[in-house]
Every structure is written in C-alpha cells, then in structure tokens.
Nanobody, 116 residues
Framework: QVQLVESGGGLVQPGGSLRLSCTNA????????ISWHRQPPRKQRELVAA???????NYANSVKDRFIISWDIYEKTVNLQMNDLKPDDTAVYYC??????????WGNGTLVTVSS
C-alpha cells in the first residue's frame, strides 16, 4: 500500500528557509513523477513544483529562484528546499505521486507558516 508522508513543515520568519520531504512509507511502488502542491488559507490548491523520474523539473512562477525540488532515488524521498520564504508562502503543503500504475497518490499535508 502506497503511503506518502510529508515532513518538515513548521513556523519560520520571513526570509527564512525550510526543507520539506516526501517519503513513500508504504510499498515499493515506483513513481513517474512527484509534485508538491499547496493550499493557502481560504484559497484553492495550487501546484508549486514537480519533478519527473527523468530529472526534469518545473516550478510555479511565484516560487522560481526560491524553491528547489530534488529526488533522492536511494532514500526514496523527494525534497522541496524553500528559501527566502514570504508570508504568501503560508499554506498546507501536499506531496502527490503519479505511480507507475498510473494512479495519483496524495499525502496528508504539512503546514508551513511564514510569520514574524
């Protein structure tokens, strides 16, 4: 059973950094792609960054040059390094994996709060 688990969220001051991690704590199912989404308070969920198993990445314009997504194949973890965080980055961050079986799997989310 696939179980994506996010970690690394928390409270950080503006300008600070956090690193989120997404790990498959369940089966050994491979993934075609992993992406991070976020849902700010009272807003819709939006794509933040995605990485394919080829290594190709893409980012939302709002996080380009600040966030970096990376895939540690050996640790089976996808990390999202978030730098120069802004209050607008406050959201619940979700990990989504497109499995080799073609199914999309979601984690339960981790809260990131950017506030002084």
């Amino acid at each position: 059973q696939v179980q994506l688990v996010e970690s690394g969220g928390g409270l950080v001051q503006p300008g600070g950094s956090l690193r989120l991690s997404c790990t498959n704590a369940g089966s050994t199912l491979g993934f075609q792609a992993i992406s991070w989404h976020r849902q700010p308070p009272r807003k819709q969920r939006e794509l933040v960054a995605a990485i394919q198993n080829s290594g190709k990445t893409n980012y939302a314009n709002s996080v380009k040059d600040r966030f970096i997504i990376s895939w540690d194949i050996y640790e089976k973890t996808v990390n999202l390094q978030m730098n120069d965080l802004k209050p607008d980055d406050t959201a619940v961050y979700y990990c989504e994996g497109r499995g080799a079986d073609g199914i999309d799997y979601w984690g339960n989310g981790t809260l990131v709060t950017v506030s002084s």
